[in-house]
Each structure stands twice: as structure tokens, then as C-alpha cells.
């Protein structure tokens, strides 16, 4: 059986919502940074927010003057490490059907540290796994049209999550095992 270290868990005053890598960078885009800032100015107020150490990565990997300013503001908030619990669930949460890896590590990151994930893309987070606990609609104009995009405060099903886990350890141990040996007469 694999060793997990243990999570360590910030000893906030509020409950964690965990800032995922979108909703930093639609921090860059006139049109949307204002419904950002009016979701992030409303729970401000009885949440606390972090980042995965995996929204680091993703920000830096882009390699572009903006990053800078991005990083800025990221390095403000505290932020999760990604440890072996944290690696073991993204991946449980990928054969639940979480593909993005980032996304994974986010995930996981919220249920082990019984957190909820502010996004702008709910479709990355399943809703058999994750309860849409608010949301904001964002509107605005371009040149060709109107648009309106949501960012939501998602909320891990924990007890349906771990169900699901240990059904899918228990397959992978099972396929593990070895094969029953054949006896001959």
C-alpha cells in the first residue's frame, strides 16, 4: 500500500476557496476582469482565498510579459503544495473522468483540504462530483456581440468521491494481484 503523507492544512478563519488558474488569468481581459473582481470582492468577505502551487506552474509555463503582473498578484495568496495525497487523488480523479491535469491537481486539492474552487469553467469539474454552491454571470460587449460567461463556486461531493476512489482501488489491486497459478494433474 502506497505512503501518503499527510496534507498540510492552513489554519484560516474562514472557509477556502481555491482561485483555479482561469479565473487569474481572465484578470488580464478587460471585458471580464470586472465580474472577476465582483465574484472575488463578494466572498472576500467570509472566505479566504489560495491558489494550487500547480496555478504557479501553469502561469509561469506561459512565458509572457503578462505573467509577470499575473504572478504579482498570485504571490499575494497563500498556496497549496502538491504532495503524494494530492497526486494519488488527481489521478483517482482522472478515471472519474477529470482529464486536464491541472484541473486534477486542483480537485484534489480541494477535497483534501475541504475546500471549494472558484472557476470560470465548470464543465472541467464534473457535477457527479462537485455541488455549484453559487455563481455570477458576467456580461459584456465586444465587437461582434454580446457575451455571458459564468464563474462558479464548486463544492467537491466528498462522501461521492471516495466512494467512487475506493471502488476504483479496489479494481486496480485486484488487476494487481497475481494470476491464480495453474496446477497440473
Known amino acids: 500500500m502506497m505512503k501518503m503523507e499527510q496534507p498540510v492544512i492552513p489554519q484560516l478563519p474562514n472557509p477556502?476557496?481555491?482561485?483555479?488558474?482561469?479565473?487569474?488569468g481572465s484578470l488580464l481581459d478587460r471585458n471580464r476582469v470586472g465580474g472577476i473582481l465582483?465574484?472575488?470582492?463578494?466572498?472576500?468577505?467570509?472566505?479566504?482565498?489560495l491558489v494550487s502551487q500547480y496555478t504557479h506552474y501553469e502561469l509561469l509555463k506561459k512565458g509572457s510579459s503578462d505573467v509577470k503582473a499575473l504572478m504579482r498578484f498570485v504571490n499575494n495568496f497563500r498556496y497549496f503544495i502538491i504532495?503524494?495525497?494530492?497526486?494519488?487523488?488527481?489521478?483517482?480523479?482522472s478515471c472519474l473522468g477529470i482529464k486536464d491535469d491541472?484541473?486534477?491537481?486542483?480537485?484534489?486539492?480541494?477535497?483534501l483540504n475541504k475546500a471549494t474552487i472558484l472557476t470560470a469553467n465548470q464543465r472541467h469539474f464534473p457535477v457527479k462530483y462537485f455541488d455549484e454552491e453559487l455563481y455570477w454571470s458576467i456580461t459584456f460587449k465586444d465587437q461582434m456581440r454580446t457575451h455571458t460567461e459564468h464563474i462558479y463556486l464548486l463544492k467537491?461531493?466528498?462522501?461521492?468521491?471516495?466512494?467512487?476512489?475506493?471502488?476504483?482501488?479496489?479494481?486496480v489491486a485486484v488487476s494487481n494481484s497475481p494470476a491464480p497459478q495453474q496446477i497440473s494433474p
Open 156 to 171: 467537491p461531493v466528498v462522501e461521492k468521491i471516495l466512494a467512487d476512489v475506493n471502488t476504483i482501488s479496489y479494481i
Open 38 to 49: 465582483n465574484a472575488l470582492q463578494a466572498l472576500s468577505e467570509n472566505h479566504d482565498f
Open 83 to 93: 504532495d503524494s495525497s494530492v497526486l494519488f487523488f488527481g489521478a483517482m480523479l
Open 16 to 24: 477556502i476557496v481555491i482561485l483555479d488558474t482561469n479565473i487569474i
Open 102 to 111: 491541472g484541473d486534477n491537481i486542483i480537485a484534489a486539492t480541494a477535497l
